[in-house]
């Protein structure tokens, strides 16, 4: 399968890997909540991909600068 990295926030991909000799439970994703697992990765099974969220060392740095642009992810109109 392949796997996706991208940003949650600013959705810039971290990079992918592809065909990757890996199942999810490998990846350690067990470790998470099947609630964190949903969260964080979404499988495609159409594309034999799963697609990850993280946080980019620019999103990462400008939140702990500025955790109020969590907030901003809901912008009010
Ligand atoms: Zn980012």
Not at 20 to 46: C, H, K, N
Request: aromatic share 8%; charged share 20%; with cysteine.
């Amino acid at each position: 399968m392949n796997i996706v990295y991208y940003c949650k926030h600013c959705k810039s991909s971290l990079g992918a890997l592809h065909d990757a000799q890996a199942s999810p439970e490998a990846l350690g994703f067990t470790s998470l909540s099947s609630d964190e697992r949903a969260d964080l990765i979404e499988y495609v099974a159409s594309e034999n991909t799963a697609y990850v969220k993280t946080v980019c060392e620019y999103c990462e740095s400008a939140l702990s600068e500025h955790p109020d642009l969590l907030l901003s992810q809901t912008p009010i109109q």
